[in-house]
């Protein structure tokens, strides 16, 4: 093969990838945070300031809704680990052959539907007429119909149940690598199942548990669908305030401040999560 | 199983009805979609007024069935070219990126690398907002510096297949490259003895090994794309594609159309999935 062939090739290749990550990815982030530092004072003129990420801290909406969401998000993600992890457990250590691999599957399937299908159901669930409503009127638990859409709760069991696969997949991984015979070990020497859960099983697990957190977390807090349809009008997501400025306001200028705000919440968390647990981008990507 | 490790009875099946109630619970919102998708009422609620196929091939209003709905059958269609673009753009793309990285050393490698895992890091409405506003500058320089029209960089469907193009790439990539690396060079370099061209080389014989590769990259592409709705949500024009339209219903509330639609997209990814589980399998 002639150097100057393979340097050709070389160029080819690398076009369509310069091409798609400076055209899609790199521009228009910088393009978007440019943005975010206009200023308007007056029709078609613009200023450099920080104007915007001032009227961000000096709105408490704003930032209310920024913290609400940050803080919801983290909820979400504990909660999936704390359901997850038995889940994940059991089917990496309980069971085994076929067993197994059904119930890995069965916890793919749900997510071969789309987000707004599973969102959808939640809503026919748990609305005033909905299933959850009806039942317990059947079995006289209460009087009329109860209202369980639109609130806190419903919110996050949308955010749960649509996080749930990134969570029990890389649990499943990492507690699939664990050597039986060291849980044999510990409960041979005497430990209780909850020592040996501390002391064996959870450090065993942490890469699977970061990552799962990780992703978790970051796809809560860029979730749309699941506050704005289940929190109801009120649902007070940040991702609903930066659709707002940008479709309904028409304030683009301060719509992008919001965004890099949000994008700089979600790459702090991914940061010091992969910082914490000593974790590659690209492994931590590649169990997901 | 772990043998040999003591465990009381109640302890067990405490544990084994956690895990049932877990699958209740992943089930239960897919059951409940299906079920009402059946009921001869025009609220996806209760009460259960009777079997129907009405939200399916019904012709008279209210009952308008998903295959009479034009405005539903519409946004099918365009759900479909988009998915079939970005599934083609993501394939290519992502098959050169997996030649480059696998096959070339060069400066600045890592660094690309990290920048092509990017966008799976980013929420998927800020992609859709940075691309908005980019494309919008562009068009409105390149408007203002020729006086000609720029519709192609407006909100519409070349956005949201360039939107959802941004990040499914990376998939695919990924994907194309997990079995690039396992193919044996020495394969091609027979080719090259026996006369072939460098490219005739890559085209008889690396190709053809990737191609299950590329058709499960595919599959996933197009599952994607059917299923993207933040994305998409910030680039869409006046051609929504299904997940904008079935929302826009969902926020006025709706007849059980909805969860035909539903369940009729269940079912093909169903099919979807399973297909590309087995090409996996084939690989293997």
Redesign the interface.
Known sequence: MGTDRTRLGFWLLIAPLAVWLLALIVLPHVGMFLVSLRERVGVREYETSLANYAVFFNEPLYWNTFARTAYMSISATALTLLIGFPIAYYIAKLTRGRTKTTLFLMCLIPFWVSELVRTFGWMILLRETGIFSGLLQYLGLVGGPVEMLYNDAAIMTGLVYTSMLFMVVPLVTTLDSLDDSLIEAGYDLGASGFAILREIVIPHAMPGIVSGCIVVFMLSLGNYLTPILLGGKDSLWFTGLIYDQFITRFNWELGSAFGFLLLGLSSLIVFLGLKLSGQSLGKTMAQT | ??????QSGAFRWT?RA??TL??I??????I??CV?AFNDSV?????WEGFTWAWFFGTEAPYIGVFHERPILRSIVTSAIVAFWVSVLSV??GT??A??FVR?E?RGKGL???????????????LG???????S?VANTLEDATGLWFDGLRPGLILVV??Q??FI?TFAT?VISARLQKFDPSLEEAA?NLGAT?WGAVRAVTLPFLYPAMAAAGVVAV?MS??N??TT??LVGSDAPL?IT??DR??LGSTPV??AV?LL??VA??V??LASLLLQKRRE
């Open positions: 199983m772990i043998v040999g490790i003591p544990y956690y895990v877990f699958f619970y992943l089930a239960l919102p897919l409940t979609v009402f609220f996806p609620s209760l009460p290519i793309v050169t990126n030649f480059l070339y060069f690309l690398y990290i920048l092509m895992l990017l966008p799976l890091i980013i929420p998927g409405i800020i907002i940075s691309i908005l506003v980019f494309s500058t360039l939107g193009f941004s790439t990924l090259l460098p599952l059917f299923e709705f933040n949500l910030m997940t079935m929302f969902l926020k909805l969860n539903s997209l269940m990814s169903a979807l999935g």
